[in-house]
């Protein structure tokens, strides 16, 4: 895919349907309850029409698309874990050992699982070509051996940052012919919070201290060494001159790609295509945590209208996660204090949604309840909540 080739696809992402979210919301206001009473599902029921075009929505098929890749940047001890954790969950997803994997069973959920560059060999066994042939084997995607490190030079040419996009944006098409009605983003990568936090402070000028946290369980001075890098990698895009130099929608495209490319991973270029593939094919997706916040709030610079198909989940520990949720305008709706990543917020949060869209399905209106709803007046006209 060229570069003209992808912006040419983001520009087919079309806004939500306006017209769908006034039915379903005026549907909520005729359902049995004291009015605004079902809180946020009320809202995620609306938002899930203006995705769908349709007031009632069903939730059966779900799946989270968990995208794995390694980072040249953990040379430089930037995380707690050794490089061999990526190639170790990645295996560990096809037999739902992680914790994604345990949630996705318990749940109902089903995984895609992508190699886009883990470093250690994986045995042949293991992988397929084709996406959903088989959840429980890797779809091989890999551009190469993790990418470089983000410390000494971009991460990766412009060509696999693409390709990455590609994938994604694939795998998004897959899923919606094979019938998912929601899908989520999940990733596995030792040294992907540094990237992340690169990509971050890069797209916000925000510095290390507010984008940083300590991923997996960083020492001290691995904190302090991932801290300087993100710094220094974020600097040149952190300038008042560079963000004034974006002043057209294609600029800023340009400006984000270059940033993925030189500050992020395999994995947030693919889980950025992902929620601009979802986008376009007019697919609900769940961000996670602190890595999916990171490359959904990529994919909303490169076509903001791709925030109306993206639902934020748990507010993760990670320090960073936050500001994303801000500049995507986006509430994450479950505060359960994790910070794992994975895409292990996802499982849990499509049981929501379900139940957001069984409420809208199958509750009576107040008239079908043979309810008279005259006292309704006085609680719409007060300002009682
Ligand atoms: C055993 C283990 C399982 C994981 N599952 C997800 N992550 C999480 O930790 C990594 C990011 O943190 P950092 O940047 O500090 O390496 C990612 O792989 C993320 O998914 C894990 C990390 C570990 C150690
Ligand atoms: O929130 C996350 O996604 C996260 C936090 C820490 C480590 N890995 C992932």
């Known amino acids: 895919m060229t570069k003209e080739e992808f912006f040419a696809q983001l520009n087919e992402i079309d806004p ?53 890749a390694d980072n040249g940047v953990a040379e430089e001890g930037i995380a707690s874990a050794p490089q061999s954790v990526t190639r170790a969950q990645t295996i560990n997803f096809t037999r739902r050992l992680t914790g994604v994997g345990a949630l996705a069973e318990s749940f109902g959920s089903d995984l895609l699982i992508v190699d886009l560059g883990v470093k250690d060999d994986i045995p042949q066994e293991f992988y397929c070509e084709a996406p959903l042939a088989d959840t429980h084997k890797i779809v091989n995607r890999r551009i190469r051996r993790g990418t470089w490190n983000i410390a000494k030079g971009p991460a990766m040419t412009f060509a696999e940052a693409l390709q990455c996009i590609e994938t994604g944006m694939e795998m998004a098409s897959a899923l919606k012919k094979a019938g998912y009605d929601l899908i989520g983003a999940g990733e596995m990568g030792i040294g992907n919070t540094t990237t992340s936090a690169a990509v971050l402070s890069a797209l916000t000028g925000l510095g290390a201290e507010e984008t940083c946290g300590r991923g997996g369980g960083v020492n001290d001075a691995g904190f302090s060494k991932k801290k300087e890098i993100v710094d220094a990698v974020s600097q040149p895009y952190r300038s008042t001159e560079f963000g004034e130099a974006l002043d057209c929608l294609t600029d800023v495209r340009n400006a984000t790609l270059e940033i993925l490319a030189t500050a992020g991973g395999f994995d947030i270029c693919a889980m950025t295509g992902l929620y601009l593939g979802a986008a376009r094919n007019r697919l609900p997706i769940v961000i996670d945590g602190y890595i999916s916040a990171v490359a959904s709030l990529a994919a909303y610079m490169m076509a903001p209208d791709c925030a109306s198909y993206m639902f934020a989940s748990h507010k993760s520990l990670e320090k960073g996660y936050m500001h994303a949720m801000d500049r995507l305008e986006l509430r994450p709706f479950l505060d359960l204090d994790m910070r794992l990543g994975e895409g292990s917020g996802c499982p849990i949060a499509f049981e929501v949604l379900r139940g957001a869209c069984d409420v809208m399905c199958h509750m009576a209106t107040f008239d079908e309840a043979e309810i008279n709803d005259d006292y309704l007046d006085e609680i719409q006209e007060g300002d009682f909540f």
């Open 16 to 68: 939500a349907d306006v017209k769908a979210m006034e039915k379903a919301a005026d549907r909520q206001a005729r359902l049995a309850k004291p009015p605004g009473s079902l809180g946020v599902l009320e809202e995620l029921s609306i938002k899930m029409a203006g995705i769908t075009g349709q007031v009632n929505n069903t939730i059966e098929k779900t799946c989270v698309a968990v995208m794995c």
